[in-house]
């Protein structure tokens, strides 16, 4: 019985260690001390795509991409914290994406990044969908960090590497499902 006390102990104690020294991770409701995140980072697009209304879209501090133009799409972004988020879980930020300009968004509540496809990097698998004449575009993707605000601005000139998965679903308008990781990295060399 003794023995099974110390192990109880013994693992609650490395339990408590290993929460105490785990490197934090910043959530859009922290209302503390803003602290940059850890490097890498991951978070997670997942959603349905709807168009971004140009009111709605908030002052990010980027040059680019002109994101009130009315053609550019959005999907909530979450963070991994806890695990895949459920239907309960709050969005901690928005992605935006417009097809063929090769610019990207990311408004992390805390601060923004713009991200920029590099050409000919994809490799991406169309599926057909057997059900109708929808698809799924399965591959990776990667791009560069053209500017980053708030707690992000140590990440500019940093990586995004995507790996994607987004179903293409037939209709008026077409439907684009999104669930994608994005694992962010500052430069080599930046701390």
């Known amino acids: 019985m003794k023995t099974i006390k110390n192990l109880t102990f013994a693992s609650l104690a490395a339990l408590a260690a290993t ?4 490197t934090s991770i910043t959530r859009a409701d922290d209302h503390g001390k803003a602290v940059p995140p850890s490097n890498p980072f991951v978070i ?11 009111e709605d879209v908030p002052d990010l501090g980027l040059v680019l991409p002109d994101l009130r133009n009315g053609k550019y799409q959005t999907v909530p972004i979450y963070t991994l914290d806890s695990g895949v ?64 605000t ?10 995004i590497h995507m ?3 987004l179903h293409v679903a037939p209709g008026s308008p077409t439907v684009r499902v999104e669930h994608c990781f994005c694992h962010i990295s500052r430069e080599h060399g930046k701390p």
């Open 19 to 22: 929460l105490l020294f785990q």
């Open 44 to 54: 997670l697009l997942e959603g349905t795509f709807g168009l971004a209304m140009a």
């Open 85 to 148: 988020p459920g239907p309960s879980d709050e969005a901690c930020g928005t992605f935006y994406a417009l097809g063929g300009e090769m610019l990207f968004a990311y408004d992390l509540r805390k601060g923004a990044l713009t991200a920029m496809m590099i050409d000919g990097t994809s490799v991406v698998e169309r599926i057909p969908d057997l059900v109708g004449n929808g698809f799924t575009l399965a591959g990776t993707y990667e791009l560069d960090i053209l500017e980053a």
């Open 150 to 159: 708030g707690i992000y601005r140590s990440f500019a000139g940093g990586h």
């Open 163 to 165: 790996v994607d998965v």
